[in-house]
Nanobody
């Protein structure tokens, strides 16, 4: 059974930092594209970052502030978040996926971790 378990969320003041972790089990981790998504209250889930074999990609709103990384030996993916803003407040999800017909499709999702940034 595949499991993705996020951790590291919490309450932080604007300008602060958090590091999210996502531990994966039940899958051959190194074969998967890993991504982070977030969903703020009353909004749709949005893409934040992904890490593929060719590199990293970020949504414009987090470029220069967030960094995605992975450790295949630990079956884990991370999201380092710096210079946090109140608009970063959301539930953050990690996801594992692959490329299907030229598109990234995420098939496994974690349960999410809450990040709250106070002003």
């Amino acid at each position: 059974q595949v499991q993705l378990v996020e951790s590291g969320g919490g309450l932080v003041q604007a300008g602060g930092s958090l590091r999210l972790s996502c531990a994966a089990s039940g899958l051959t981790f190194s074969r998967y594209v890993m991504g982070w998504f977030r969903q703020a209250p009353g909004k749709e889930r949005e893409f934040v970052a992904r890490l593929t074999w060719s590199g990293t990609y970020y949504v414009d709103s987090v470029k220069g502030r967030f960094t995605i990384s992975r450790d295949n030996a630990k079956n884990s993916v991370y999201l380092q978040m710096n210079s946090l803003k109140p608009e970063d407040t959301a539930v953050y999800y990690c996801a594992a996926g692959s490329v299907v017909a030229g598109r990234y499709e995420y098939v496994y999702w974690g349960q999410g971790t809450q990040v709250t940034v106070s002003s």
